[in-house]
């Protein structure tokens, strides 16, 4: 992959564009995660009808810059991040740290975490491979009604969508990992000792 076309994406971002950049598990859609504006374009884009996002970020302590993380969810990214295992941290998001060196180096240069839903219309297939999968798809075409910038890195490997899971701990003097729920399997299972 060429620097050029990363510092692009990432010139992109920094300005409210909307990018599509590769993940750990498929191709994503996405915009600095505190751009309204480029979020708004985004739901209309993939004709979704929820504002509920995964984000991702470069790392752990840029993660605790933007949320407040309590000590089962400290635990659960020190375990599987990087990797496909996102986690609650709002009403509106769940964030993971990627596997993929791009997605984070993208997180890092923009400075914040970045909005990483899947590229495709809401209840289709996710797209691996931008040149075959997402020949017609109309997100793809620049200008007002699809995308500012395309990083296409060739095929990815397929692979499930992230597992997402919620973190409720306990309220004791000390500290016990409480109940994980698991709000969407994915390729990883979730297993936390108190």
């Not at 309204?36 to 504002?51: G, N, Q, S, V």
């Not at 701990?169 to 390729?187: A, E």
Request: net charge positive; with cysteine; hydrophobic share 40%.
């Amino acid at each position: 992959m060429q620097k050029s076309a990363i510092n692009k994406a990432i010139m992109v971002l920094k300005k409210n564009g909307v990018a599509v950049y590769p993940t750990d598990t498929a191709y994503a859609i996405g915009c600095k995660f505190t751009s309204i504006k480029a979020i708004e374009r985004i739901i209309r884009l993939k004709k979704r009808k929820d504002d509920k996002f995964t984000i991702i970020a470069s790392s752990l302590a840029q993660v605790r810059k933007y949320f407040k993380l309590n000590a089962c969810q400290i635990k659960i990214a020190k375990k599987y991040w990087p990797g496909p295992v996102s986690i609650v941290v709002s009403p509106k998001y769940s964030v993971r740290v990627p596997k993929n060196k791009i997605a984070r180096q993208l997180a890092c240069g923009v400075g914040m975490p970045l909005l990483a839903t899947s590229l495709n219309i809401s209840g289709q297939p996710a797209i691996y491979h931008i040149k075959q999968d997402g020949r017609k798809l109309p997100i793809l075409n620049g200008g007002l009604y699809g995308v500012d910038f395309v990083l296409d890195v060739g095929p990815l490997k397929k692979q499930k969508p992230s597992t997402i899971v919620e973190c409720l701990t306990s309220k004791t003097p000390h500290f016990k990992c409480g109940v994980i729920r698991v709000l969407r399997h994915g390729p990883i299972s979730v297993k936390i000792s108190s």
